[in-house]
């Protein structure tokens, strides 16, 4: 079964600084999807940033980008000049194999930017 | 595109109540998924369509949790029978494949059910 750990409940960063949000999966494929999802307080999940498994260049969008280690099984989400308008829960997922486009969350990580 | 739609917004029963949500993709959408959100947690996949087929539906809570989507265009997802642990937010997305095979997820709002 696929898992995806976040192990970082809260995050704090200072306007303009860079934070790093951490992630985990588990799975026995060796093509996969990966993402990272924000969800602000309208609840809305947008999609922040994409991972092709098969791909070995760091996804990159702007101010976020990743660090993916296949090996390591390891996905996490850099935001770089961090903005007010980043504040929100942050959410790492797995594309489930075989059921279209379907995702497997993790927990999710709040983070707060402070002025 | 005015983006997935979900109705009600928020919606309060007595628990052994049936309720009905609704969901409106995007229209030349034709995948439609719908998960589960509990505080705290991240979204919980419960099944999903390709047109009007329900391709996955082993993940559906259980046999008192159902989704229907008869023209391939809206969804509806009914609990029956509601528990207070049914207390959660329902969320719906939609996608679709572009010519270069990609494909992307569009989110609803959500709605949050509240059994007393």
């Known amino acids: 079964a696929q898992t995806v750990t976040q192990s970082q409940p809260e995050m704090s960063v200072q306007e303009a600084e860079t934070v790093t949000l951490s992630c985990t999966y588990d799975?026995?494929?060796?093509?996969?999807?990966l993402f990272w999802y924000k969800q602000p307080p309208s609840r809305q999940m947008i999609l922040v940033i994409r991972?092709?498994?098969?791909?070995?260049q760091n996804a990159t969008e702007n101010r976020f980008s990743v660090n993916f280690q296949k090996a390591a099984k390891s996905f996490s989400l850099k935001i770089s000049d961090s903005q007010l308008g980043d504040a929100a829960m942050y959410f790492c997922?797995?594309?489930?194999?075989?059921?279209?486009?379907?995702?497997?969350f993790g927990k999710g990580t709040s983070l707060l930017v402070t002025p | 595109d005015t983006g997935v739609s979900q109705n009600p917004r928020h919606k309060i029963t007595k628990r052994g109540q049936n309720v009905t949500f609704r969901c409106d993709p995007i229209?030349?959408?034709?995948?439609l998924y719908w998960y589960r959100q509990t505080l705290g947690q991240g979204p919980e996949f419960l099944t999903y369509?390709?047109?009007?087929?329900?391709?996955?539906k082993s993940r559906l809570l259980s046999d008192r949790f159902s989704a229907e989507r008869p023209k391939g265009s809206f969804s509806t997802l009914e609990i029956q029978r509601t528990e207070q642990g049914d207390s959660a937010m329902y969320l719906c997305?939609?996608?679709?494949?572009?010519?270069?095979?990609?494909?992307?997820?569009?989110f609803g709002s959500g709605t949050q059910l509240s059994v007393l």
């Open positions: 997922a797995y594309r489930y194999p075989n059921s279209g486009y379907a995702l497997n």
């Open positions: 991972q092709e498994a098969y791909k070995q």
């Open positions: 369509f390709q047109n009007e087929a329900q391709l996955e």
């Open positions: 229209s030349e959408h034709n995948r």
């Open positions: 799975t026995s494929e060796s093509d996969y999807y």
């Open positions: 997305a939609s996608s679709s494949r572009d010519r270069g095979h990609n494909e992307k997820l569009f």
